[in-house]
C-alpha cells in the first residue's frame, strides 16, 4: 500500500461539491490513508462518507467530524472549500465580506486545534482574500499557505487548445497572474503553441487582435461560464487542482502552474496573489514574474484591485490594519 504520507489530511467543507470532489480525489491519487473530512452539515457529510466507502479505496481510512476540533487535532494538511459558492450573475467579489469572516474563523480554528499544520491551501472565493484572512489568524508562516489560481492558467490553456485545435498538452507556459478574478493579468509572452510562441500568433490570420482579445474575455470569465452551462459554480477542477497542489506539498508529483501565495515586496506588498511558484516539502515560494510592459501594467492593475478588496475587509473590521498584522501572527 504506497502513499505519499501517513499524515492527517483534513478537508473543510466535505460536504458540498467541491469538497466531496476532493475527498475522491485524494484517494485516487493515494496521497494519504488517514483523510478527516469536515462539515457542520451532519447529513451531506454522512452521505459523502458513505459515497467513498462504496468507491472502496483500499486502505484509506476515511474519518468524519461536525466537530471542528476533533476533525483539525492532529491534522498536518488542510484544504479548505468551506465558504458559501458563487451563484449566476454573481462576482468572486461579491463574496467577500460572509467568506472572510469564514476565513477569519478558519485560522483561528487552526492557531486553537492544529497550530503544527504544515500546509492550508485555501479555495474559496474571493480565494486571494480569503487566504490572506486565514494565513493572518492562523498564525502559519507564509509559505505554509496557499490559494487556489491555476484555474485561470487552466482556462487560459484549455481556450489556446481549442482555438488552434491542437491537444491540451501542447499549449506550454499558459500563465495568468495576480488575482484570481475577472482583473486577473493574463500573459501571452510566457505561452507557447506546440512550440511556437504565442507573440508570433497574435496579430496573425491564426489568431487575430480581435480573436485573442475575446479569448482573454473567455479566461477571465471562465467560472461564470461554467455556473451558466451547469448552473452552479465550478467544483471539479477547483477540486482536482487543490488536491494536486497538496500532492507537491507532501512530497509528490511537481505543481504545474501558479498558485496564490503571500507576496511582500516593494511592488507589491502585504498581499495574497498568483505567482510563479515551486511548492514541495518547504512549503510554497516565489519567483520574481516577467513580462511585456503591458502584461507587468496589467498584473499591477490587479494588484491594485486586490488591494482595494483588502482594505475593504480591513474596513469592515475582519482584520487590523496592515501594521498591526504582526500582533496576530509573528510571522508577518
Known amino acids: 500500500m504506497n502513499f505519499l504520507s501517513n499524515d492527517k489530511l483534513t478537508i473543510v467543507g466535505a460536504a458540498g461539491m467541491i469538497g466531496s470532489n476532493m475527498a475522491q480525489s485524494a484517494a485516487m491519487m493515494r496521497l494519504t490513508p488517514n483523510i478527516c473530512l469536515y462539515d457542520p452539515f451532519a447529513q ?3 452521505g459523502v462518507v458513505e459515497e467513498m466507502r462504496h468507491c472502496s479505496f483500499e486502505g484509506v481510512n476515511f474519518t468524519y467530524s461536525t466537530n471542528v476540533k476533533e476533525a483539525f487535532t492532529g491534522s498536518k494538511y488542510m484544504i479548505s472549500s468551506g465558504g458559501a459558492p458563487r451563484k449566476d450573475g454573481m462576482t468572486r467579489e461579491d463574496l467577500l465580506k460572509g467568506n472572510a469572516e469564514i476565513a477569519a474563523q478558519l485560522g483561528k480554528d487552526i492557531k486553537a486545534y492544529c ?4 500546509h492550508l491551501t485555501v479555495i474559496f472565493n474571493p480565494a486571494d482574500i480569503t487566504g490572506l484572512v486565514a494565513l493572518i489568524y492562523s498564525g502559519l508562516k507564509p509559505s505554509q499557505v496557499t490559494t487556489l489560481a491555476a484555474l485561470d492558467s487552466t482556462r487560459l490553456q484549455s481556450e489556446l487548445a481549442k482555438h488552434f485545435g491542437v491537444e491540451q498538452s501542447k499549449v506550454t507556459g499558459a500563465r495568468t497572474y495576480g488575482g484570481h478574478g475577472e482583473q486577473m493579468a493574463v500573459f501571452a509572452s510566457t505561452a507557447k503553441v506546440d512550440g511556437t510562441p504565442l507573440t508570433d500568433l497574435i496579430g496573425t490570420d491564426q489568431l487575430t487582435n480581435e480573436e485573442w482579445a475575446a479569448l482573454k474575455v473567455r479566461v477571465t470569465k471562465g467560472g461564470a461560464n461554467i455556473i451558466k452551462l451547469r448552473g452552479r459554480s465550478s467544483f471539479q477542477s477547483p477540486a482536482y487542482v487543490s488536491v494536486e497542489m497538496i500532492r507537491a506539498i507532501m512530497g509528490g508529483e ?6 496564490g501565495c503571500y507576496v511582500n515586496t516593494p511592488e507589491f506588498g502585504h498581499i495574497m496573489m498568483a505567482m510563479e511558484t515551486t511548492l514541495n516539502k518547504n512549503g510554497v515560494s516565489y519567483r520574481e514574474i516577467r513580462g511585456t510592459d503591458a502584461e507587468m ?7 491594485g484591485h486586490l488591494v482595494k478588496m483588502r482594505d475593504e475587509v480591513i474596513a469592515m473590521g475582519t482584520i487590523p490594519p496592515v501594521d498591526q498584522w504582526n500582533s496576530l501572527n509573528p510571522n508577518l
Open 44 to 46: 451531506g457529510l454522512e
Open 115 to 118: 497550530p503544527d499544520l504544515n
Open 297 to 303: 501594467a496589467a498584473l499591477r492593475e490587479s494588484y
Open 254 to 259: 511537481a505543481f504545474r502552474w501558479p498558485s
